[in-house]
């Protein structure tokens, strides 16, 4: 199964635990911002807008500061000038990696992410070239004491769900990109909290690393994301837990 997934809930634990809420705020604010831009500010009639809010709350944010980020997205206040760029490459091993920035300095942006990849064994590669190992789908991770596979496959299935995999500690549920908010709504209702719910990009296929190169990946996608004006960092690794959360800890 999908080693990213695990990244993604043992991540987001360590989030819950870290000082890293002004970096998260940045980050939402930017989703905030584009999604508004893009698809206008009503979340009745814009899914990505609705998902941002979504999640901002999730993180706490003040309602103030989604206010002014939408606001800012429609031109109603003023802002930084922001670019929405994927950028596609590739990690150890022959991952493929696809990096999702929104950015006021496209130029400075192309170094700096070259710079991350190729310090931890990866590189850039031209536009095409990795999109087409991934495909858009809802993706919602659900820490396993939150429900047992019985529960989570009748309510996740009934609302639209593609699929529900054991990935470890966590479900993994798959959906078609318009009905992730029905199957999250789904699961909010039976009480279930997901660990992430997001529509993204996720492989068709994954590439199994372990040892040296397995960590050399995870420092990789951890430079990545902790960068400001990167959002999402999608891979098609496939990496056992206990790595995963040796490289967290460490």
């Known amino acids: 199964m999908s080693g990213h997934s695990k990244w993604a809930t043992i991540k987001h634990k360590k989030a819950a635990t870290d000082a890293r809420r002004g970096k998260i705020f940045t980050k939402l604010i930017r989703e ?30 003040p309602n ?28 150890p091993g022959g991952v493929g990696v696809l990096v999702q920035v929104v950015t006021s300095n496209r130029n400075r942006i192309v170094s700096e992410i070259r710079h991350m990849m190729s310090k931890n064994g990866g590189n850039l590669a031209e536009s095409g070239a990795v999109g087409w190992m991934f495909q858009r789908k809802g993706d919602i991770v659900v820490p396993k004491e939150q429900a047992d596979e019985e529960k989570m496959m009748g309510i996740v299935l009934d609302a639209g769900a593609e699929d529900l995999r054991d990935d470890g500690s966590a479900w993994e549920v798959t959906t078609p990109p318009e009905a992730m ?17 997001e529509v993204g990009w996720l492989p ?47």
Do not use: C, W
Request: charged share 25%; aromatic share 4%.
């Open 32 to 61: 905030l911002t584009i999604a508004a831009r893009v698809g206008g500010a009503d979340p009745n009639s814009n899914p990505r807008l609705r998902t941002a809010i979504l999640a901002a709350k999730g993180e706490n944010m």
């Open 64 to 91: 103030d500061n989604i206010d002014r980020a939408i606001q800012r997205g429609t031109g109603q206040l003023e802002g930084e000038t922001l670019d929405e760029v994927m950028f596609e490459g590739y990690g």
């Open 181 to 197: 908010e029905k199957v999250r709504e789904a699961l909010a209702a039976a009480g279930i909290k997901p660990a992430s719910a």
């Open 204 to 250: 068709q296929n994954y590439v199994k690393l372990s040892g040296p190169q397995a960590q050399q990946m995870l420092r990789m996608v951890e430079a990545l994301e902790d960068h400001d004006d990167v959002q999402h960092v999608y891979a098609n690794f496939d990496i056992d837990e206990k790595e995963i959360q040796a490289a967290v800890a460490s």
